[in-house]
Every structure is written in structure tokens, then in C-alpha cells.
């Protein structure tokens, strides 16, 4: 009987695994047939980029931004204090740039969420009717602005998000970046088969001031922990498509040891699990590497073989053809292994309601509201 449902499952979750691969290839031929005809116009675009603390990686993230190719546009780096140790880096690397409409602006914000808190402030300064936002250690391509712009002038979009793909110094962020390349990346191209309207991350978020002004501002949702989720879903709610720009960003993970991605990977999981409790209660499925193994504890040798290779597959296209990371080619018959990795995440997010973010302990509530931010 177990051996039976073991197999069930296995079927479903090869299902997923076949949707998966059908729908990262769909995006890899779009991108690469169908590419994107430049916009009629290329508006003015405000770049809103909160900043917290010195990061690795975070001037090279910075000085992409400095290099765009893009006719009109400024960048606002956000901090919420003065005495914040990036400054005096970023303020010597724009300098360098006076050409660039760039600056650093301080923030003052009693928001739970200080990011948004931060984002509110800036959004104020800004000049431009286009936004975007993006995370401090977001590394982007020179012709980003031009690609996001493409994106939103498409009918009914309101707004852009990107695919990401990470790299790290440390074993513990590689295997982290490799699950994010052949495992989180592909479930979001997946979404909108399922009628997932509402996504969005913290990679990129592009979209026009008059669909902010219509949500509330930043400061309608400053006191979640999803501030993307936030942003996308409100805007999906009037009417508008969320769309992924063609090109991937960069990020850096800075994780330097296991715990560290464990509390990184279970803040997200916690996340999802308040923000969508419905799909992140359907997540085992996405872990095929997990039925495999547990297939080929029951005997079902076929099954478990067919899992394996399925998934291994699916996160070698996905990861290196769409994202562009080779690890998930190299490493391919090893993907399957993250999926007991994030089974354990899933299981552990049931069991709780706080997260750790930036040195603070978070409480969750409902729907992801920040109930307590605390220092430990």
C-alpha cells in the first residue's frame, strides 16, 4: 500500500518536474526568438536603492548601477542612518560618477519594516513617474533600464520583476545559490501557469508612480515582512499583469555557514508560508528529490530513477540556459539533494512564527505583518 502511494506521488511530482523544464523552456525560446522590440519611449526612471550596513559585493553592485545605459535616469540610495559604514564607500564611488543624477539620502523611519520605512522617504524624493526598486546587493546588466522599460510598456502590465541567480564564498551559499538557480527560480516561471498573478521580488520591482499613489505608497504595507509580495499583489489587485523582464540580475549571497543559511532559508520559507499559506502548503511537491529517495526505499526503482533524472534535468535547463549559472550544470545529478534540504525547511516553518533578518528577531502574524521587531 505505502509503495502504491509512494508512487502517486512520485507521478505528481514528475507532473511538476515536466511543467517546470515546459515552462523554463518557454521562457528560454521567448527571450531568445521573440525578443522584446525596444519601447516607443524610454521614460525618465527613478532608481530607489535602500542600503543597510556594508555588504560584500555591495560597490560592484552600486557601480552597475552608475554604468547604465539608459538616457534619463537617477539613483537614490537610502540609509537609515548617518553613521552607516557603507557611506563614506558609496559616497567616494559617486563621486567618481558626476555625470550620474545619483545621491545618498538619510531616511528617518519608525516603519516595522525599516526597508520600506526607507522606500516611503525615498519615493518622496523622487523625480521620475517610472520606479524602480531594487535590493543593495543587486548587480545588474548595462541595458536593465532599457529591458525593464520594454516590460512595462506592454498592455496591462503594471508591473517587472527579474529572475535572479546568486553566487557566494562560502560551501554553505553555493549550495544555497544552487537551490535558488534550479529550484526557487523555476517555481516562479511556473506560477503564472497556475494563475499566480501576484509575484514579485526583491531583485527588481519596476513600476509607474501612479499605480504606487493608487495602492497607498509604501507606507500602506510597511509593517509586513514581504514588501514585494506587497507591492506586486496590491498592484495586480487594480487590474494590472505582473510581468518577468528578459534578463536576470546578480546577487550575493553573503551567508558564511550553515546556520546562517538556515535562518536565511527559513525566514523566506516563513515568508511564503503567511504570505500564501495555499501554495506554501503544496511545496513538497516541488521535491522531487525527496520522493525519489523515498521511492527507492519502498523498491520503486524505476520511479525513483525517473525522479532523479527528471529533476536533475529540469534544474540544469532552468539554472544554466535561463539563469545563466553554471554551477547547476556542473553539479547536476547533486540538484536533488537541495530538496531535502528545503523539505526540512518546509517542515520547520510549521513551527514557528518568527524569523531572523538583519541581527533582529521578527515576529510574524497574519498575512506576514511584523508583530514585534526585537534585538536579540
Known amino acids: 500500500m505505502i509503495a502504491w502511494l509512494l508512487l502517486a506521488a512520485a507521478a505528481v511530482a514528475l507532473l511538476y518536474q515536466s511543467g517546470a523544464l515546459a515552462a523554463a523552456a518557454a521562457f528560454h525560446l521567448k527571450t531568445r526568438l521573440l525578443p522584446q522590440r525596444p519601447p516607443a519611449a524610454l521614460p525618465p526612471i527613478s532608481i530607489l536603492k535602500p542600503v543597510y550596513g556594508l555588504d560584500p559585493q555591495l560597490e560592484e553592485a552600486v ?203 527559513l525566514r523566506w520559507a516563513r515568508t511564503i508560508r503567511y504570505s500564501r499559506p495555499g501554495g506554501f502548503a503544496g511545496m513538497p511537491v516541488t521535491h522531487a528529490g525527496l520522493w525519489a529517495l523515498l521511492n527507492l526505499a519502498a523498491g520503486n526503482l524505476g520511479a525513483a530513477a525517473a525522479l532523479w533524472l527528471a529533476r536533475s534535468v529540469m534544474g540544469a535547463f532552468a539554472g544554466f540556459a535561463v539563469l545563466g549559472h553554471w554551477p547547476a550544470l556542473a553539479a547536476a545529478p547533486l540538484i536533488p539533494l537541495w530538496d531535502l534540504f528545503a523539505f526540512a525547511i518546509w517542515a520547520a516553518a510549521w513551527c514557528g512564527n518568527t524569523a531572523w533578518w538583519r541581527g533582529h528577531r521578527i515576529r510574524l502574524g497574519p498575512k506576514g505583518r511584523i508583530l514585534e521587531n526585537q534585538v536579540p
Open 63 to 265: 557601480a552597475s548601477h552608475l554604468a547604465l545605459d539608459y538616457p534619463e535616469y537617477e539613483l537614490l540610495l537610502g540609509f537609515q542612518r548617518p553613521d552607516d559604514p557603507a557611506i563614506p564607500v558609496l559616497g567616494q564611488l559617486l563621486a567618481k560618477h558626476p555625470e550620474r543624477h545619483a545621491r545618498i539620502e538619510i531616511i528617518r523611519t519608525e516603519a516595522k519594516n525599516a526597508k520600506t520605512g526607507v522606500l516611503e522617504g525615498l519615493s518622496r524624493l523622487a523625480r521620475h513617474p517610472v520606479i524602480v526598486v531594487n535590493d543593495a546587493d543587486i548587480t545588474v546588466p548595462k541595458d536593465y533600464l532599457r529591458r525593464l522599460a520594454a516590460s512595462l510598456e506592454q498592455p496591462g502590465v503594471g508591473v517587472v520583476t527579474c529572475l535572479y541567480r546568486a553566487r557566494a564564498s562560502s560551501l554553505a551559499g553555493c549550495f544555497e545559490a544552487l537551490g535558488i538557480a534550479t529550484d526557487f527560480m523555476p517555481s516562479a516561471l511556473v506560477a503564472p501557469f497556475v494563475g499566480v498573478r501576484e509575484f514579485g521580488f526583491g531583485s527588481t520591482l519596476c513600476f509607474r508612480r501612479a499605480d504606487l499613489e493608487a495602492i497607498g505608497g509604501f507606507r500602506a504595507f510597511d509593517d509586513y515582512i514581504a514588501d514585494d509580495y506587497q507591492l506586486a499583489s496590491r498592484i495586480a489587485a487594480l487590474g494590472k499583469r505582473a510581468v518577468f523582464a528578459e534578463i536576470p540580475v546578480l546577487t550575493y549571497l553573503a551567508d558564511p555557514d550553515w546556520r546562517a543559511v538556515w535562518r536565511h532559508q
